[in-house]
């Protein structure tokens, strides 16, 4: 089900990971560049912790990543780490 923040104008569709995977965790890391352009709200932090969630459930292979997006929200200037948005 999608997950909207009007005012923020941010729409988040939780299973979007799940039917369409990113190939390895490079990809997921490119994505990285991208995130500065939603804006900051709490939606965007439950977004970033499905994602990192999904990561880790994947394996050793995507820790690396996960342990990045962990730190992403604060260096985006937002409040709460990605970690205790859930």
Known sequence: MAQADWSSRVVFLP?????NPP??????????????EIPECELKL???????AFMEAKGKAWGKPSRRLRFVSLRLGLQTPVSNAI
Do not use: C, D, F
Request: net charge positive; charged share 10%; hydrophobic share 50%.
């Open 23 to 36: 190939e390895n965790p490079n990809v997921v890391l490119s994505w990285q560049s991208y995130l500065s």
């Open 15 to 19: 299973n979007a990971i799940v039917h």
């Open 46 to 52: 439950k977004a970033l912790a499905v994602l990192r």
